[in-house]
T-cell receptor
């Protein structure tokens, strides 16, 4: 099956700093990737759709200036959490679609102190 | 937009029993319904999916049924085993749409007691 990787798997940062999370499709090209956020014991909340070569499409209520998404190539999308605060601490998961099925990355655990 | 509701939120069964999880969706345009299993701290894994032109699909101990008229679909796990314990999410999407984005249900924590 298709493989999606994420880096880093976990990160701790101080409040006010920015953190970049990478999502890569390893064995297929992905013009579209998705970013989700998951709080403990809760569902996956779609944050945005990342489109290669164009601007991301953000879901209602997601601050695009805080969660910067760049899809610079057909195998890489990045999510940058800017000026992170403790409430941004969460599990961030990306996904990509080789055909119609979504494959998920392993997730990134972000802790903001 | 699409809204997906999922019940129950928690489900405890004895090993060997069956488990049923139900979801309803609001957007009649949705026509692809996957189910994901997520173990603690890990990524969601697709376990079965169904498209709207099919009423039922089965894969060994797992089956999914779809009622388009009522806009609900269900996951059935038979002969449950302790390794089936996990959180299960249903999702819906308008298949063939420009983005194929998934809208997830709220999840069901399944505990299979040995």
């Amino acid at each position: 099956g298709a493989v999606v990787s994420q880096h880093p798997s976990w990160v701790i940062c101080k409040s006010g700093t920015s953190v970049k999370i990478e999502c890569r499709s390893l064995d297929f090209q992905a013009t579209t990737m998705f970013w989700y956020r998951q709080f403990p014991k809760q569902s996956l909340m779609l944050m945005a759709t990342s489109n290669e070569g164009s601007k991301a499409t953000y879901e209602q209520g997601v601050e695009k200036d805080k969660f910067l998404i760049n899809h610079a190539s057909l195998t890489l999308s990045t999510l940058t959490v800017t000026s992170a605060h403790p409430e941004d601490s969460s599990f961030y998961i990306c996904s990509a679609i080789p055909s119609y099925e979504q494959y998920f990355g392993p997730g990134t655990r972000l802790t903001v102190t | 937009g699409e809204n997906v509701e999922q019940h129950p939120s928690t489900l405890s069964v004895q090993e060997g029993d069956s488990a049923v999880i139900k979801c309803t969706y609001s957007d009649s345009a949705s026509n692809y319904f996957p189910w994901y299993k997520q173990e603690l701290g890990k990524r969601p894994q697709l376990i079965i999916d169904i498209r709207s032109n099919v009423g039922e699909k089965k894969d060994q101990r797992i089956a999914v049924t779809l009622n388009k008229t009522a806009k609900h679909f269900s996951l059935h796990i038979t002969e449950t085993q302790p390794e089936d314990s996990a959180v299960y999410f249903c999702a819906a999407t308008p298949y063939g749409g420009a983005t194929n984005k998934l809208i997830f249900g709220t999840g069901t924590l399944l505990a299979v007691q040995p």
